[in-house]
Each structure stands twice: as C-alpha cells, then as structure tokens.
C-alpha cells in the first residue's frame, strides 16, 4: 500500500479506536452494544490482519483463510449492528417488530445457507457470498426503515438515523467493492481503495459527531392504547401506526405496553 493509501486507512482506524473507547467512558457501549462490538471486531480484523502481514506475508497459506474468517465475522457484526438500530426504531412497537426480526432472522438464515452452497467453490468465494447477501440486506433495511417511520411518521432519534445512515452508505460501499470493482481490480484498485478508505473516514466522523453527547439519546417509548382510544382520543398522533401495531400484535399474539 502506497503512503496515499495508507493515510486515510490509519486515521480510520485511529478513529475507530477513539470512538469505541469514548463509548466505554460515556457509558454508551451498554446502550448500543451491538454497534460497539462491531468497532471492536473491526479493530480486531486490522490488529489481526497487521500481525498476520508482517510475521507472514500476504500471500501465505495461514494468512489467507484467516483474513478471510475475520472479514465474514465483520460483515455479521456489522449486520447485528444495522438489526440493533431497527430495534431502535421499532422495538417500542410489539406486533410491528415481531414482524421485522421474523423477516431480519429469515433473510439472515437465507444468506447464510447461499455462502455455505456457493462456499463449495471456494472459502473466498463463499464468504464474498455471505458479505454481498448481508451488505443488501443491511442496505435495503436501513432505506425500508427510513421509508416506513416517515410514512408512518415513526419519530428516529437524530443518533439512530446518523448511525444507520452510516452503515447504509458502507455497505453500498462494499457491495460495489465486491461486484463490480474486483473485476477491474489492476486498473482502479489504488483509486478505489482510496475512495473506500475515505469514505469510511467520513462516515466515521459522521459517526462521531452523533455520539458526542453522553447518551445515544433515544426516542421516548411510546405509550401504545387501541387504535379506537387513538382515533377518539388522541386524533393528533398518527392512527395508521397504531392500527397497523395492534393487527400485528394480535397477530403474534404478543401484549401490546400496558398505559
């Protein structure tokens, strides 16, 4: 890797490390664990991945399934990170999040069954399969998301929405990365490593700059009654969010929060 190349790549990390380790000072690891795990396990894959380099080579026989074993652990984490922050919009809604972790929970078995079929070709390619099918999965989550709390006018911590627009924009990044750009990887892979490592830095700062205050700064949790007390009641706030909750919840047949 050229200095060019390097820059953006160290102050990535740098940065990594002074975002998780401020999460653990301010308290906010516990608020947001799965997105903190995901920073540790990122610091982990370059640690590791430092380590392998240096004492044996990058073209090893040990290196390889390595730093491949990390990057689909990575991608996982990264994945758990996006579901936290779906639970952070939607978990005050019983019967709309027993919906969503059925639909997160099948779409994550259903990616994971492609990379152990596809894995038969190769480890590589298996654990690219895991990270393409994750990394959409993560991207189309985070703009559904989006999508339903401003139709449903769903109110999104300013936090929440930063983090996840975060991790939208990554995996786009990654998916780019792994379909189209390995194809053409000795023409633009200095450029696009580039590119990469940048806009992980922005995303980082992003990042940062949401999480300044001591507390991840959720939305209130709702006090949810029957769509008929919200109709008569409370006509201000939004009924189709209700009714959609309750035909949910008894779908799932799960209690909706008691006032």
């Not at 993560?138 to 989006?146: D, E, N, Q, S, Y």
Request: hydrophobic share 55%.
């Amino acid at each position: 890797m050229s200095t060019l190349e390097l820059a953006p790549w160290g102050l990535a990390t740098l940065l990594t490390l002074l975002l998780f380790f401020r999460g653990i000072a301010l308290g906010q690891i516990w608020e947001l664990p799965f997105f903190f795990l995901y920073l540790f396990i990122n610091l982990l894959q370059t640690a590791t991945g430092i380590v392998l380099y240096h004492v044996y080579g990058f073209k090893n026989d040990f290196t390889f399934p390595v730093i491949w074993t990390t990057q689909g652990i990575v991608v996982v984490a990264r994945a758990l990170a996006a579901a936290e922050i779906c639970y952070g919009v939607l978990g005050q809604y019983k019967g709309i999040w027993g919906l969503a972790w059925r639909v997160l929970t099948i779409c994550g078995l259903l990616v994971a069954g492609l990379a152990l079929y596809f894995g038969k070709n190769g480890y590589a390619h298996g654990v690219m399969t895991l990270e393409v099918g994750l990394e959409a999965g993560i991207a189309t989550g985070i703009v559904g998301l989006f999508v339903f709390a401003r139709y449903y006018e769903v109110p999104v911590a300013p936090v929440i929405g930063q983090l996840g627009l975060g991790l939208g924009i990554l995996s786009c990044f990654k998916i780019v990365n792994d379909l189209i750009l390995e194809t053409t990887r000795q023409a633009t892979g200095w450029r696009w490593n580039l590119a990469s490592s940048s806009a992980f830095v922005i995303i980082l700062l992003v990042w940062a700059w949401a999480l300044r205050e001591p507390t991840a700064g959720r939305v209130r949790k709702p006090i949810m009654t029957s769509a008929m007390a919200y109709a008569q009641l409370m006509p201000q706030m939004n009924q189709r969010l209700a009714e959609l909750n309750e035909q949910l919840t008894q779908l799932w047949n799960v209690e909706s929060p008691k006032p």
